[in-house]
């Protein structure tokens, strides 16, 4: 077997018509052993949503978008090998959590790469793609929240310089478990 290494991905932002490989790709992170702790969304949820909640999603967060993007990897054999999306956070709106948002800023979510992709440096040349695009659109800084208990995410965000900014909320899923912010400020 071929091992990769990260210079082997093209890492591009998604187009609004390839919502059908996002629906895949989605799919089978839905379907990662530890889904129930790294994405809020679930498999039984997603894969019975009609073709219209995957077109806007890749509308929404498709080239030509201004308040979101997907970034995905894609192997030479044009496997789609692992995604992050760039959500773009208003200063002076609600979060998700109805928690005011500061400052424009960028947040990271449906961070993903498949298991057989893992540990080859692909998931920096994403978070490469994706932090740049969010200074691009002037966010101060990025978050994302990770599960208390995924190590190994935590980890991966620590090596790209992320760190715990101190806020932890509620994981929505299950209200004893929680999530921590981590948060990357712009290298002055
Ligand atoms: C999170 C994810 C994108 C990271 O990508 P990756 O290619 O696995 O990341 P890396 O291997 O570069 O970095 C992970 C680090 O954690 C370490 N690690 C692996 N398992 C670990 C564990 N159980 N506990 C702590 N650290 C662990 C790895 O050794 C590596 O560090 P190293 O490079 O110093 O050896 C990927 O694992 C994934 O898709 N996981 C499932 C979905 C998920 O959890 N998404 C995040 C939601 S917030």
Known sequence: MTVLTRNDYAVRAIRPDEWE????????ALR???????????????????DSFWQERAVRSGV?????????AEAPDGTWAGSVTLLIEEGGS??????????RQGHMVGVFV???????GLIEALFEAGVAWAWEREA???????????AR????????????????????????????????????
Do not use: C, M
Request: charged letters at 30%; a negative charge.
């Open 21 to 28: 490989r996002v629906k895949e790709l989605r799919l089978d």
């Open 32 to 50: 990662d052993p530890i889904a129930h702790l790294a994405f809020l969304e679930t498999y039984e949820n997603a894969v019975a949503q009609p």
């Open 64 to 72: 030509g978008s201004t308040t979101a993007r997907q970034f995905i």
């Open 94 to 103: 609600e979060d998700w959590a109805g928690f005011p948002v500061e400052r």
């Open 114 to 120: 498949r298991p057989e992709h893992r540990g080859n």
């Open 140 to 150: 101060e800084r990025v978050r994302l929240f990770v599960h208390r208990e995924n």
């Open 153 to 188: 995410a935590q980890a991966a965000y620590r090596k790209l310089g992320f760190e715990p900014s101190g806020r932890v909320v509620t994981f929505s899923k299950d209200e004893a478990e929680t999530e921590l912010e981590f948060v990357l400020e712009p290298q002055p």
